[in-house]
């Protein structure tokens, strides 16, 4: 246990007129050794050395860190917390230059984490990295630019392990974008022309699941040799290497995909953090996960 010890200075007999009127003594406070001296002169120091504990952790406080008491509201005879729209707003404010991230299949070191990133997207821009459960990441950049930067010009790996990354939403907890859904870039190849609009591209990337975003090039149409989008893919779903897309005059067209990256898939637990292969629920089996 931490003590405070409050000392008096003595010159000729004469006590400090600080802790009382005739003492030359110490004491420690929360010590259960009884000093030399009068009852008075130990409650003077009593109360001295507590304020001075006291004074420890006012002073050690910043104005930022000061919480203060709002009074809840009483919904149906429960207690709760009321959560204006201006309070939120404000808050979402902090990470609208963030992302979520997670590995596929292995954890990384914080600290590796860290590093290796940091000689990646330094060059970019500023950037902090949070720690959420279940091994998701929010890294949160200083400007929409180097935000953007970071999501066009993915896929990032650390160590030749993956990192899945997607914008951040207001009012999904990290913890929600877990590893049964994955954000995945893909190219869609011999597309029609008539085909290149936002419209056209959602729809057929709608077929491999939710579409996010589309990158640069392909909303520039610098190169219409294929399209670069960032999908969306369920673990229970299948990775079609075709999309057919159906004209209204029953004409059936065909439009070829290719995966960057092919995560890997538990067709038994239906997510993307380990394979069938080393599954930790197979018989038999112990995995790291």
Not at 191 to 220: C, F, N
């Amino acid at each position: 246990m931490s003590k405070v010890t409050v000392t008096t200075e003595h010159n000729n007999g004469e006590a400090s007129k600080a802790l009382g009127p005739s003492t030359d003594n110490s004491r420690v406070v929360g010590d259960k050794t009884s000093p030399v001296g009068g009852e008075g002169n130990n409650r003077n120091q009593r109360v001295a050395g507590e304020k001075v504990w006291t004074q420890l952790f006012q002073n050690a406080r910043k104005d930022s860190q000061k919480l203060a008491y709002i009074a809840p509201v009483e919904c149906n005879g429960e207690l709760m917390a009321e959560m204006p729209e201006e309070i939120l707003v404000e808050g979402a404010k902090e990470w609208e230059h963030a992302l979520v991230g997670f590995f596929v299949g292995k954890k990384i070191p914080f600290r590796s984490l860290l590093a290796v990133l940091n000689k990646k997207w330094s060059s970019v821009g500023k950037f902090s990295i949070h720690t959420a459960d279940n091994g998701i990441f929010i890294f949160k950049y200083e400007s929409e630019a180097a935000r953007d930067w970071i999501l066009n010009n993915g896929p990032w790996d650390v160590w030749g392990v993956h990192l899945a990354l997607r914008l951040w939403e207001r009012d999904l907890p990290p913890i929600s974008s877990g590893f049964a859904k994955i954000p995945v870039w893909v190219k869609l190849m011999n597309i029609p022309l008539e085909y290149w609009t936002v419209q056209g591209l959602s729809r057929l990337a709608s077929v491999l699941g939710s579409p996010l975003h589309m990158d640069p090039a392909t909303k520039g149409k610098q190169l219409i040799s294929f399209a670069r989008i960032c999908v969306e893919m369920k673990a229970d779903k299948d990775f079609p290497a075709v999309i057919k897309t159906r004209r209204s005059n029953g004409e059936v067209v065909e439009v070829k995909v290719e995966y960057s990256w092919r995560p890997p898939v538990c067709e038994r637990c239906k997510v993307f953090d380990h394979s069938t292969r080393v599954c930790p629920l197979k018989p038999g089996l112990r995995a790291e996960v």
